[in-house]
């Protein structure tokens, strides 16, 4: 067994659970999830001269599924902005949802920063300076992206004013 697919089994029986849980929180559905999980670990092993370092990896893993969530989240909405050039738009019906599916709805509305950010925030408990520097972004714009995304969540959820603060 080469080197790379020992490190590859390790990292994956080790923080399998933890690297899905993530892409969970990002994608808001378990298929896309396993997508993306499958999507960084390919790009990632694909690239890199692996090390055994378990925790290095998963951190290279997690910020390929960061920035590919956010790369796929941009291209839908171009394809959504012209996709009625070249076909017919199809409805779609959904049934009453319960209290979680009513959230997942209000995170889809997010922009691919604010939500990333309220992931790398509340999911990761990252500090502000320490999202900022996973997006390549200042301060500043992370916290406004958690503003927006807070009152955007409020406001859906229909949160009391008092307890967004």
């Known amino acids: 067994m080469a080197d790379w697919e020992r490190v590859f089994r390790e990292l994956v029986a080790v ?5 899905r ?7 808001g559905e ?19 001269r692996v090390s055994g370092d378990v925790e290095q990896l998963e951190g ?3 910020r390929a599924m960061l920035n590919q ?3 796929g989240r941009r291209r839908a909405r171009l394809w959504r902005a012209n996709r009625h050039l070249l076909v017919d738009p199809v409805e779609h019906h959904d049934d009453d ?5 009513e959230v997942r709805q209000a995170l889809a509305t997010l922009s691919p920063k604010q939500r990333a950010c309220v992931v790398l925030r509340y999911y990761e408990d990252l ?11 200042a301060e500043g714009t992370v916290k ?13 959820l229909a949160v009391p004013e008092e307890t967004t603060r």
Do not use: M, N, P
């Open 60 to 62: 290279y893993v997690r």
């Open 97 to 101: 949802q319960a209290v979680a599916d």
């Open 30 to 48: 378990s298929a896309a999830a396993a997508d993306l999980v499958q999507d960084a670990l390919l790009r990632v092993f694909s690239r890199l």
């Open 127 to 137: 500090t502000v300076l320490e999202i900022a520097d996973q997006l390549d972004c």
């Open 144 to 156: 406004r992206h958690l503003a927006d995304a807070r009152a955007k969540l409020a406001t859906q």
């Open 69 to 71: 969530y956010v790369d």
């Open 15 to 19: 923080r399998g659970a933890s690297l």
């Open 21 to 27: 849980a993530y892409a969970y929180l990002l994608t």
